[in-house]
Nanobody, 116 residues
Framework: QVQLVESGGGVVQAGGSLRLSCAAS????????MGWFRQAPGKERELVAS????????YYADSVKGRFTISRDNAKNTVHLQLNNLKPEDTAVYYCNTHPPTKNYWGQGTQVLVSS
């Protein structure tokens, strides 16, 4: 069983930056493709970015391409998401999970609020 804890969210003005972290415990996540997901109020949860086990292959949703960067540190069992040039539409709760997601691995998420 894996426990995932997200952190690093906050309130930021449009154009600002944040760095989100996902710390895993219970077992190694190095064998998994990992993803960052987000859920905005009234919307379904969506995949924002994913990264393969080696970090060599990444995917980004069109809405964040060129602004967000996903990375991982398998030695520390962590996954990160650098958010740059934030926009109000990036406001959401951000979660990490395997990709595709594992139902029992969802954490509490970390809130990102971007003001205009």
């Amino acid at each position: 069983q894996v426990q995932l804890v997200e952190s690093g969210g906050g309130v930021v003005q449009a154009g600002g930056s944040l760095r989100l972290s996902c710390a895993a415990s219970g077992r190694t996540i190095s064998v998994y493709i990992m993803g960052w997901f987000r859920q905005a109020p009234g919307k379904e949860r969506e995949l924002v970015a994913s990264i393969d086990w080696s970090g060599a292959s990444t995917y980004y949703a069109d809405s964040v391409k060129g602004r967000f960067t996903i990375s991982r540190d398998n030695a520390k069992n962590t996954v990160h998401l650098q958010l740059n040039n934030l926009k109000p539409e990036d406001t959401a709760v951000y979660y990490c999970n395997t990709h595709p997601p594992t139902k029992n691995y969802w954490g509490q998420g970390t809130q990102v609020l971007v003001s205009s």
